[in-house]
């Protein structure tokens, strides 16, 4: 693929991201960001359709949520608050990164926010934490810190739903220092 095409196919996915759609049903509340959401949102991202349900404490509206996405440094698609993502090192050190990659920290070495699409990730012991709203960096221990920290057991070790912040490590941002 020409790379002005491909491009090109990286723009339009991203564009898919704004044209979310609303079928909404029951009341409005007002988020703590200050717009006024329904319970339920449909909405369509990257083509996909998903029910966007608001948190118990109704911190972000769907728009908000959406707007929190970026891109993976690497592949270029969507990544969404909630998901899973891995912080590579380019292990070229004249890699200049797309415009809208998003810098977890530059020093001592420079690491990016990259995707966990099996394309991008390159095992899933990579999975170093999650992006969260309102756009931040959640750092959690990968598996492979897991295995080189404490394996209690001297057995094999079995990891699943490594995509759920709710069962994964999570390092605090004093822990973790990311960039300013
Ligand atoms: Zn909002
Ligand atoms: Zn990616």
Not at 37 to 64: E, F, N, R, V, W
Not at 80 to 93: A, F, N
Not at 104 to 129: H, I, M, N, S, W
């Amino acid at each position: 693929m020409a790379l002005g095409q491909k491009e090109f196919r990286m723009k339009a996915l991203w564009m898919k991201i704004q044209s979310l759609f609303y079928l909404v049903f029951g009341k409005n509340y007002r988020c703590d960001c200050g717009h006024f959401a329904k319970q339920k949102t449909q909405m369509t991202i990257d083509g996909q359709s998903s029910i966007y349900t608001l948190g118990k404490t109704h911190d972000y509206c769907p728009q908000c949520w959406a707007k929190a996405a970026i891109r993976c440094a690497w592949c270029g698609e969507t990544i969404l608050p909630g998901d899973p993502i891995t912080l590579y090192t380019p292990c070229d050190q004249n890699f200049k990164p797309p415009e809208y990659a998003v810098i977890y920290k530059k020093t001592p070495r420079l690491q990016l926010v990259g995707c966990f699409r099996r394309e991008c990730a390159e095992t899933g012991l990579d999975r170093t934490g999650f992006w969260m709203m309102p756009g931040r960096v959640q750092r959690a221990a990968s598996p492979m810190e897991i295995l080189l920290h404490a394996n209690p057991t001297d057995g094999p070790m079995i990891f699943n739903d490594l995509g759920d912040p709710n069962k994964a490590i999570l390092i605090p941002d004093e822990v973790a220092q990311p960039e300013k």
